[in-house]
Structure formats: C-alpha cells, structure tokens
C-alpha cells in the first residue's frame, strides 16, 4: 500500500539559510498535518492542511510557512534556520472527520525529514 | 491545554511476557486516541486509533482501551517478543481538526 511520502530525507543547512520539505499524502487523503520533533522529545504539531486550506496552527515559528497544493502535496517552508530547527520533521495525512464517512481518521505518518542546522 | 502522560517511561521485560502500558490525559474532551510505535531514528507506525465512543480496539496482540471519563488508556500486549523492542507513543486529538497532542512514549525492551 502506498505511504507518506517525504522528501528529502536528510538535509543539511547553515544558520540563516532557508530550506523547503516537501510531503506526498497517502492518495485520496484529504488532510497533511506537520509535526517536528526534537532530538529525545516527543513530536509537536506545527500545522495542517484540509482541502488546501490551513485547518489547525500549533507552534510553528513566523519564521515557517506551509501551503498545500491542488494536488494535496504539501511543502513547509523554514526561513533563518537557527539551530534549535534541527529536528526531525514528520508529515501525516489522512482523512478529515469531516470526510471520513466512517473510515477512520488514522493518520499515517512519512518516514520523515532530518534537518541539521550547522 | 491539553497535556499527555506516559507511565512507565521505560520498561524491560523478558520475552512471552504480556504487559501493560499507560496514557493518562488531562482534558477528557478528545476526539481520538491513537497509539503508535516508533523505532529509533525511524517515524512512526500507528497501531491503534479508538474513537472517543469506542471502549478498546483491537489488532493481533494489541488490545488498547479508553475510559475518556477518567483520562485514560491502556496499551495491552501479549506475549510479547524482541521485535516489539522500541518506544511507544499514545497521542490524542482534542478536536475535530484532529491534531495530535503526544505523550512522552514509553520506551520497552523485550528480551529474549
């Protein structure tokens, strides 16, 4: 069965640059949720996307913006990288309760992005 | 603010033993609960996810069930094996939006 698909895997950046992460939903889920994760904590949601449009905003710094697109992918983008953004970076999609119609709003997470800040 | 609580934080345990892990969580108003699995370095592999109407679900040797009025849940597995080795997440979403407030995971170890 096809799964979340993130890209790249692993990124290197120095402070200040920018970088982009991009997340390829499970086909015909609706939904794309950010999540980051710092080295030993547990993820924190960042943002979600439901039919292109952001649905919920966690703690994403102003320094990051996400969009959706007409094909339900999805990319985040990280401007001054500091090196407290060295995290893992995880996207999940699946289907909105909204949309579900019964079939469960599981949500599947990629293998995710590491980004190293140097 | 929703907060989520993962008891025990590690766990070791000899091979064919069953065992229980715990999820408490402050607000009693969720929508969901999923249960995940995370290897290290490595994403994460849902395993279960109760509807706030469900009492537990079940798949192979997991059985999870959720007491919402109390703010808990519980993550059964039975007989457990090597291969089940790795830390474990019970995240719940608060509202219809469905966005995760995560615990701290529960890292197990299980021997053979």
């Known amino acids: 069965a096809a799964g979340v698909i993130q890209s790249p895997r692993h990124l290197i950046k120095e402070k200040r640059e920018t970088a982009t992460l991009k997340c390829y939903p499970i086909?015909?889920?609706?939904?794309v949720y950010w999540y980051q994760q710092g080295p030993g904590q547990d993820p924190q949601f960042l943002i979600s996307f439901y039919e292109k449009m952001q649905s919920d905003k966690g703690s994403i710094p102003d320094r990051f913006s996400a969009q959706q697109f007409s094909d339900y992918h999805s990319e985040l983008n990280m401007s001054s990288l500091e090196l407290g953004d060295s995290a893992l970076y995880f996207c999940?999609?699946?289907?909105?309760?909204?949309?579900?119609?019964?079939?469960?709003?599981?949500?599947?997470f990629g293998p995710g992005t590491r980004l190293l800040v140097l | 603010k929703q907060e989520v609580t993962q008891i025990p934080a590690a766990l070791s345990v000899p091979e064919g033993e069953n065992l229980v892990l715990n999820c408490s969580f402050t607000d009693s108003a969720i929508y969901n609960l999923q249960w995940f699995r995370q290897d290290p370095g490595k994403g994460l592999t849902s395993l279960l996810l109760?509807?706030?109407?469900?009492r537990e679900q079940t798949s192979g040797r997991l059985n999870a069930s959720l007491d919402k009025s109390s703010g808990r849940s519980t993550l059964y597995i039975a007989a457990s094996q090597p291969g089940d080795s790795a830390t474990y997440l019970c995240a719940v979403s608060g509202n219809a939006g469905n966005m995760l407030t995560f615990g701290g995971g529960t890292r197990l170890m299980v021997k053979p």
């Open positions: 086909p015909r889920h609706d939904t």
């Open positions: 999940a999609s699946s289907f909105h309760p909204f949309s579900s119609g019964g079939a469960g709003e599981t949500q599947y």
């Open positions: 109760i509807q706030s109407s469900q």
